[in-house]
């Protein structure tokens, strides 16, 4: 990529993964610099070009990782991207002109798909408290089609323009480096999960705009493993991040329903 909308990635893995030469090679041709943080010390397998390698002594959440990865970047824009994330062709110069275009915006994110081509709902409301209980409980069984669950993930609602967002799924976004710097980057309070709501809070907050745009698509298999189970140590960690965040944010419980 040439020009003055100089755009990095910033890859973060726990070690080798199955997508990761997929979503490796995806963004090497579309991104000017490309970092992999790297939680473990097992081999990543083969790299682009001119990857750049941030290695930690010990594995750090997804808000440390991030951060130690933009720090290692100098482009005004930042992708942040799960390595089950594989951007399609033109993808990221999509989100980028989007930021060139609206000064504004700081966040960023693109229709996600599944492997199988399906939509993926990345775009999000905030959560409540009532939602976040039925979600995270036997309840979303019963009732997951309930209108207040369907509007968090805005089921109904699948735009084809950009559209303002109150967060995106942290699977892969385009960051503006001058909304971090300003917000200080990602909490590191968050080890796993909620991290990325508390970004798009804390922008909002800050007068920054977060925007889904589908014209950039991108294919995440995102494994959604709280979704599937109600005891794990990911659910734990859901849960740590959601009381962070409401610490944070007490506000947000008067957004009960």
């Known amino acids: 990529m040439s020009g003055p909308a100089r755009v990095a990635a910033v890859v973060i893995t726990h070690g080798p993964h199955p997508d990761l030469e997929a979503c490796l090679g995806a963004l090497a041709g579309q991104v000017d610099e490309l970092v992999v943080v790297a939680n473990l010390p097992d081999p990543l397998g083969p790299l682009p070009s001119g990857t750049t390698v941030v290695a930690n002594p010990r594995p750090l959440g997804f808000a440390a990782n991030a951060n130690r990865g933009v720090a290692a970047t100098s482009a005004p824009y930042v992708v942040v991207a799960n390595p089950d994330a594989v951007a ?57 089609q309930a209108p207040s669950q369907r509007a968090h993930y805005h089921l109904d609602d699948r735009p084809q323009v950009p559209v303002e967002a109150d967060w995106l799924l942290g699977g892969f976004l385009c960051l503006r480096r001058a909304m971090l710097d300003e917000l200080g980057g990602f909490d590191e309070g968050y080890r796993l999960y909620c991290e990325d709501i508390d970004l798009g809070y804390v922008a909002r907050r800050a007068g920054w705009e977060r925007w889904y745009v589908p014209s950039a698509v991108v294919v995440h298999r995102y494994a959604a493993v709280i979704d599937k189970r109600f005891l794990s140590v990911r659910n734990w960690w859901h849960l740590r991040g959601m009381l962070r965040f409401v610490r944070k944010h007490p506000r947000q419980l008067l957004a009960w329903r």
């Open 88 to 144: 399609e062709p033109g993808a990221v110069a999509t989100l980028a002109a989007f930021l060139a275009e609206h000064p504004r915006a700081g966040v960023v994110g693109p229709e996600m798909r599944y492997p199988d081509g399906t939509w993926q709902p990345s775009r999000r409301r905030f959560p409540t408290v009532s939602g976040t209980v039925v979600r995270r409980t036997p309840l979303r069984r019963i009732l997951r």
